[in-house]
């Protein structure tokens, strides 16, 4: 296919990586980040780029060039890697790579219509400003976090937040990780007191 050949459409698929290894990170990011890259000594060995998501889009014809939207969705489930990676950052910025691939529809001599295929090769990269994703998360989650569990594991929390009688989710979960804490404090003074 020639550059000015009218292309019909492109059927663009796209895969976005964060280029983890291709920032620093502050001694808090590290500690925060140990959840998916483990003790910031083994990095040599775990810090990877990771997957954000794959997604596509439709690009209506056009001759030469053209600006198309990428719409990327952005979850704050704390069980998606890619969420825990960036709510672990202060500042700065994320790099991000963009994959592209998919069938490119154009038509060739005779008007027939010819399909040629744009190779994974096809990248851009973009520096993402941390700050970008923080606003993001703060106008649509606004002083709220997400958090799966097992079935079982809510079924216990709901049975404990009803025997209780405690209003909401919130305060189940404070008064489990103030009994936590009782607990831990009374265990370390028996300690003490043992020696």
Not at 45 to 66: E, H, K, Y
Request: hydrophobic share 40%.
């Amino acid at each position: 296919m020639k550059p000015s050949e009218p292309v019909h459409t492109v059927l663009l698929r796209c895969q976005i990586q964060i280029e983890s290894t291709r920032r620093r990170y502050q001694a808090e990011e590290q500690e925060r980040l140990s959840d998916l890259f483990g003790e910031q000594r083994r990095w040599g060995q775990t810090l990877r780029a990771m997957l954000w998501t794959n997604l596509s889009t439709i690009v209506p014809g056009f001759t030469r060039d053209t600006v198309v939207n990428l719409l990327v969705p952005c979850s704050f489930d704390f069980n998606v890697a890619a969420t825990k990676y960036f709510a672990a950052l202060g500042d700065g910025e994320v790099p991000l790579c963009f994959l592209f691939n998919g069938p490119i529809f154009f038509r060739g001599l005779g008007h027939n219509l010819l399909v040629e295929q744009l190779p994974w090769e096809k990248q851009a990269t973009y520096r993402l400003p941390v700050t970008v994703w923080q606003n993001m998360m703060y106008i649509y989650y606004p002083n709220e976090n997400w958090l799966t569990l097992r079935s079982d594991v809510f079924d216990r929390l709901a049975e404990f937040k009803r025997r209780r009688q405690i209003p909401t989710w919130e305060q189940a979960m404070e008064t489990l990780l103030s009994s936590a804490s009782e607990e831990t404090t009374e265990k370390a003074l028996s300690a003490q007191r043992v020696l």
